[in-house]
């Protein structure tokens, strides 16, 4: 098969390895517009780099629905691969190659449509996500799956170490429906509408804790906002990093965000229970263990803001 693959971030590098592994003929690979980044240095998408590395022609548009379907035409492709491409795509760029465009999405469709399923999994302590196959439609996530992988999310685990293993998987996942497509067996289902949900993009205000909440609520948030935007509270005045933390059970006194000494424990009382701090980073410091932390800083006492 003759395929145009289109992604940009580091999750769409195994994928786009898979598909240049699999036999099949990568015509060209589509990548957001380069970056120019301080002293007017210039910066290509993860996805660019790796294209260029593999010898693959990379094409670059500042809106592909606008200004290339003349060119993608041209390439007389049979499908399309998207894989966190970062653009919507036109019925008339869909409607291009005879075998469709499928997508490479992570999360078990119908649940976490949309730019950051992989967080959000962690951050509502799912306990199983995974890769999905699907073809892709103009309606964001919603088209027929042709195949689901699923994976375990481990219990300490973090948005970013799931990202990395979930890129793998995506690219093993992508081997196998380009496989079944070029052996005419592919087939593709209907998701669920009435199981549809939506994730959006994250800010960096997401990461904000809320110590009015559970402590196991917000020990899998911060998980799920690390390594981006990351976990975060105020203690006077000054921005502290939550880097690592974790639940533990906890019925004694204090305020909602008190920091308390529990033996060898220094943690932080939540409306249920409380987080066990690890480590942190302190606005214009660096990172530590919360002990090296608390030689240079008395907190305890102190309730976060």
Request: charge should be neutral; include cysteine; hydrophobic fraction near 40%.
């Amino acid at each position: 098969m003759r395929i145009v693959f289109f992604g940009t971030p580091d999750f769409a590098v195994p994928s786009l390895r898979a598909a240049n592994d699999s036999g099949h003929d990568i015509v060209a690979v589509v990548t957001q517009p380069d970056k120019e980044r301080d002293r007017r240095k210039v910066s290509y998408s993860p996805i660019k780099q790796a294209a260029l590395d593999m010898g693959l022609r990379v094409l670059q548009f500042d809106k592909v629905s606008r200004d290339g379907v003349e060119q993608l035409k041209a390439l007389n492709a049979d499908l399309f691969v998207t894989c966190a491409f970062g653009q919507i795509l036109s019925q008339a760029i869909l409607d291009i190659p005879p075998l469709g465009t499928i997508n490479v999405h992570g999360s078990l469709l119908p649940k976490y449509r949309g730019a950051a399923p992989i967080q959000r999994a962690v951050i509502n302590g799912e306990k199983y996500t995974g890769i999905t196959i699907m073809r892709t439609a103009l309606q964001v996530d919603s088209g027929d799956i042709l195949l689901n992988s699923v994976m375990e999310i481990g219990e300490r685990e973090t948005a970013g170490q799931l990202f990395d293993r979930m890129a793998v998987e995506g690219g093993i996942a992508l081997k196998k429906a380009l496989d079944l497509i070029a052996e005419g067996k592919a087939v593709y289902t209907p998701q669920d509408e009435s199981k549809a949900t939506f994730c959006p993009m994250l800010k960096k205000d997401d990461g904000k804790l809320d110590f009015t909440l559970d402590a196991k609520s917000l020990d899998n948030l911060i998980r799920g906002v690390t390594p981006w935007p990351s976990a975060y509270t105020f203690v006077d005045g000054k921005r502290l990093k939550i880097l690592s933390a974790r639940y533990r059970e906890y019925n004694g006194a204090g305020e909602c965000g008190e920091i308390i000494a529990v033996g060898d424990d220094i943690i932080i009382k939540c409306a249920q229970d409380a987080l066990s701090i690890e480590e942190v980073q302190l606005e214009g410091g660096k990172r530590q263990d919360i002990f090296s932390f608390m030689r240079g800083h008395d907190i305890v006492g102190k309730v976060l803001q």
